[in-house]
């Protein structure tokens, strides 16, 4: 922060300005495209302001999309880490369910792409599903909806 | 503390997750590596055991991330040592 003149004192801090944007966006997606490109984890760095977990979670949400997680500078922010960096619950139920019904629509009705409910499912979306629902399931949320094939 | 104190001191306690500070070229972490097997190998101890991820705290070393992020071994390599690149915003 110090070596791009960034106007904070507390590492990990937004810049006074930045209420709605995100000072470091460039810089984290950049070291995220650098890495997976390599096959290799990204890691954000920590947030010094060990005892606002409140800041450390609204920070950690920024970073959420893109890196991997977050290093926990306290082990206050272990656990907010934790459930910042798991799918909500909605996402990952709606991951399990374009994984169940791509499965379906490719395999026992043979189509390429299909629809689950208003929206179009392909392969690039059972691609991403996997991703939210491995997070998911590493983060032990269980499924609250099961797929019906229609009748 | 230097990077021979270290090794030789923690031996095969030396945490995995150890992190090069300040990286800025893909030579840094080349040199670690080359250092680090070559520490393995005088204490006995498994050739890649000790990874280290490059830390990324400053300009010059995002201008060189892409190279920094190829100058290690693939994911999967006995001697990966760079299993992740990060921006700890500190300096």
């Known amino acids: ?10 590492v990990g801090e937004q810049p006074p300005g930045y209420t709605e944007g995100d000072a470091y966006h460039y810089i984290l997606m950049r070291i995220l495209i650098a890495a997976r490109a390599q096959d290799l984890q990204a890691i954000d760095g920590p947030y010094f302001n060990v005892r606002d977990v409140e800041a450390f979670t609204g920070g950690a949400a920024l970073s959420r999309p ?4 977050q290093v926990g ?7 907010a880490a934790n459930v910042v960096y798991a799918p909500a619950q909605d996402d990952y139920d709606h991951a399990e369910l374009i994984l169940d019904a ?7 009705e043979k189509r390429g792409a299909a629809t689950l409910g208003d929206e179009m499912i392909d392969e690039a979306s059972r691609k991403m599903a996997l991703v ?5 399931r590493a983060a032990g949320l269980t499924r609250t909806k099961a797929f019906e094939p229609p009748a | ?5 270290v090794v030789e001191g923690a031996g095969a306690d030396l945490d995995l997750a ?20 070559q520490l393995e190998q005088a204490t006995g101890l498994a050739v890649g055991a000790s990874a280290s991820r490059p830390r990324i705290e400053d300009a010059r070393g995002m201008t060189a991330i892409d190279e920094i992020a190829a100058s ?9 040592r760079s299993p992740a690149t990060s921006w700890p915003r500190s300096t």
């Open chain 1, 132 to 136: 939210i629902a491995a997070k998911g």
């Open chain 2, 18 to 37: 150890s992190f090069c500070p300040k990286v800025q070229r893909a030579a840094d972490v080349q040199w670690l590596d080359r250092l680090l097997t």
């Open chain 2, 72 to 80: 290690s071994p693939p994911a999967g390599d006995a001697r990966l």
């Open chain 1, 1 to 10: 922060m110090a070596s791009l003149n960034m106007k904070t004192l507390v």
């Open chain 1, 102 to 108: 791509y499965e379906y629509y490719t395999t026992v």
């Open chain 1, 73 to 79: 500078a306290a082990s206050s922010q272990i656990e």
């Open chain 2, 1 to 5: 503390m230097t990077v021979i104190e």
């Open chain 1, 66 to 69: 893109r890196l991997r997680r």
